[in-house]
């Protein structure tokens, strides 16, 4: 692969040619080097990634993970990992060797995180640091299956974190309606909140609406995307599980409310968003029906646990009510385990008595011998 400079502006470039995956050959030109040395550095490091050879250093190895797994995530899963990488990862481990990365550089690199205060000198939560070296060892585990690698050396050492489970707070129907009231002098977000309070949908979902996902004759909802804001721009995916893609029937009142709102709307489109804000819009919206209203300020999020606290309440299993939100019955069932009625006095009751009855019956039989 020849080194060229361009007498035309004194910069330097690159003509690499390789055979790609499928066995096809290839050329790739890269512009504008400032100097030789660069121009000699990036054509030493692709021949290392075009030969997969684990010769090369973590941040080249890096590339080539970000090529093979970028395009498998949603785009605001993938901006969320790649700020990780480039922010807390390249910076300590970019120019060492992949194949010579030992437990003790990641020891080191967890020391720093570990130590980190920011300006109010409060350090990263256990989540935070949890993921942080769960992505550093996603990369190494790709080298380990797809390019050879010997170890992991991050899974050897460990995690340097732990999941946090966050409160669960929910507001009861009493609280909720003191709330209604307070955003009744906004129709958008009025609504916005009802949908999501009665129907247990998540925020991206409420935003991704339409008129073309609502049916009033058979009183249902779809749920088929989520909106997300990326960049700046309006992004509309596809929802945060399979089994969030779902049909939700909606209680009667809801219907009429949803009708009306959706009549009321000016030449809205069968495809266009009817809750044309943003995800900022409704936090502070919840902000000034709570303090309004005088409940305590949960988070958008909550409403959705509000919603399933109500159906628990109201009787139906776990199934069911995995079925309307869009989660897995197992999920329901962990995480809101303690406010289902419990059994378990009940089960003993009934032992108790399985036991005095059979004991009854050995005593009889004695009785008559």
């Known amino acids: 692969m020849p080194v060229f400079k361009n007498e035309d502006n004194g910069t330097w470039y690159v003509m690499a040619r390789y055979v790609n995956w499928k066995g096809e050959r290839k050329q790739k030109c890269k512009r ?81 995180m570990l130590a980190y205060r920011d300006e109010k000198k409060k350090p990263y939560s256990q989540t935070y640091l949890k993921t942080l070296h769960n992505q550093l060892s996603a990369i190494f585990n790709h080298a380990v299956r797809y390019y050879e690698l010997r170890s992991n050396p991050a899974a050897k050492v460990g995690n340097m974190g732990r999941e946090e489970h966050k409160e669960m707070l929910f507001w009861t129907k009493e609280e909720y309606k003191k709330f209604a009231f307070e ?26 609406l339409t008129p073309g996902d609502f049916d009033f004759e058979k009183q249902t909802v779809t749920i088929s995307k989520s909106y997300q804001r990326i960049k700046g721009k309006d992004v509309i995916t596809d929802p945060k599980t399979p089994k969030s893609n779902r049909v939700i029937q909606m209680p009667a009142f809801l219907c009429e409310e949803m009708e009306d709102y959706i009549k009321s709307l000016y030449a809205v489109e069968p495809t266009d968003r009817i809750f044309a804000v943003t995800k900022s819009y409704l936090h502070r919206e919840m902000d ?26 109201m009787g139906y299993s776990a199934v069911a009510i995995a079925d309307r939100v869009g989660h897995e019955s197992i999920n329901i069932t962990y995480n809101y385990a303690h406010l289902f009625p419990s059994t378990q006095s009940d089960m003993a009751d009934k032992l108790n008595q399985f036991r005095k009855d059979g004991t009854d019956n050995v005593i009889e039989e004695q009785g008559r011998a």
């Open 183 to 208: 955003m009744m002098d906004k129709p958008v977000s009025f609504y916005a909140f009802e949908m999501l309070y009665w129907c247990g949908i998540r925020e991206g979902e409420l935003l991704a």
């Open 288 to 313: 000034r029906g709570a303090k309004e209203a005088g409940v305590k300020r949960i988070r958008i999020h909550d409403l959705r646990h509000s919603h399933i606290s109500l159906l628990i309440e």
């Open 32 to 112: 504008g080097f400032a100097t030789k040395r660069e121009a000699q550095e990036w054509e030493r490091m692709f021949k290392l990634q075009t030969s997969s050879d684990l010769d090369m250093s973590f941040e080249a190895f890096t590339e080539l993970y970000i090529n093979d797994v970028k395009n498998r995530l949603k785009e605001n899963t993938w901006l969320t990992k790649e700020h990780i990488i480039r922010t807390k990862i390249l910076p300590y481990f970019g120019k060492l060797k992949i194949s010579e990365i030992s437990t003790k550089e990641i020891i080191t690199w967890q020391n720093e």
